[in-house]
């Protein structure tokens, strides 16, 4: 089992940033490709951006290319995304999730845990 804590999401104007963080607790953190997903209202779950087990792989949803990086400190058990230049279009709720296994995955239902998740608002 692997308890996950999403924190780091307010409102912002567009163009600003935001930092949000994942903290995991349970079984070892370093197991587990790590994911950010975002779910605005009336909208599908949909894939941001994750990273491999030891954080040399990375992968990004073409919308957030260039503005969000994740990353993970596996010592800390807690994986991040910077999100610079935000959008309107980026408001929605953000979740982490964890996935056992090597591979990246994009799609949410390969995703064994999630966290509660943390609301990111952007203004225009």
């Known amino acids: 089992q692997v308890q996950l804590a999403e924190s780091g999401g307010g409102l912002v104007q567009a163009g600003g940033s935001l930092r949000l963080s994942c903290a995991a607790s349970?079984?070892?953190?370093?197991?587990?490709?790590m994911g950010w997903f975002r779910q605005a209202p009336g909208k599908e779950r949909e894939f941001v951006a994750a990273?491999?087990?030891?954080?040399?792989?990375?992968y990004y949803a073409d919308s957030v290319k260039g503005r969000f990086t994740i990353s993970r400190d596996n010592a800390k058990s807690t994986v991040y995304l910077q999100m610079n230049s935000l959008k309107p279009e980026d408001t929605a709720i953000y979740y982490c999730?964890?996935?056992?296994?090597?591979?990246?995955?994009?799609?949410?239902?390969?995703?064994?845990?999630w966290g509660q998740g943390t609301q990111v608002t952007v203004s225009s």
């Open positions: 990273i491999s087990r030891n954080g040399f792989n990375t």
């Open positions: 349970g079984r070892t953190f370093s197991r587990y490709v």
């Open positions: 999730g964890a996935a056992p296994g090597v591979t990246i995955l994009t799609i949410p239902n390969r995703y064994d845990y």
